[in-house]
């Protein structure tokens, strides 16, 4: 069997392109390990003194690894227990106006395929997440933004979400 020079030089080039297509990797790739997240919240009960420009976070349970915790972060609410489990680091869940909820990955931006640090609120301000690891800072009513001095460069990941009735509804798909 003979194989011709302009056969050679086309598959060549077939195999170039296909292999630099393939290998190109856009910015919008995942900045944190992909973990499940799915929540159905009660607004009335576990949310329900959630206002607006006030933040929750749901981590583990560190008594049930299939319950979660919903901590207000503030000595007037009490944390409630759900029976809902938490993967990876847990969420922020902020509400910026009365019906718009952002929900944030409570991990680290920078290394986090490395380091998968989580968040932890500061000391001075809390709204500020800081991170243990690197030190960076994330701005939770800015958008899950890094602070200009942060070694993250990217902001918090964030999910979907949306009111269904009383229920908030949210999730990574």
Known sequence: MKISQPNIIKNFIILLITVTLSSCKSDESTIVPVVTVEYELSLTNELAYLGVGMYVTVTKSPKNENFSIVDYHNS???????AQKTYGNGIIIYRKDFYDYQV?????????????CQLKIDSEN????????????FIVTADGMPTNTSKAFKPLMQYFARVDGTTL?????
Request: with cysteine; glycine share 0%.
């Open 76 to 82: 007037k609410f009490a944390n409630k227990t759900i």
């Open 104 to 116: 944030f990955d409570l991990t680290c931006t920078y290394r986090s395929f490395e380091d998968y």
């Open 126 to 137: 809390n709204y500020i997440f800081v991170c243990p690891c690197c030190n960076s800072e």
């Open 169 to 173: 509804v949210i999730s990574n798909e």
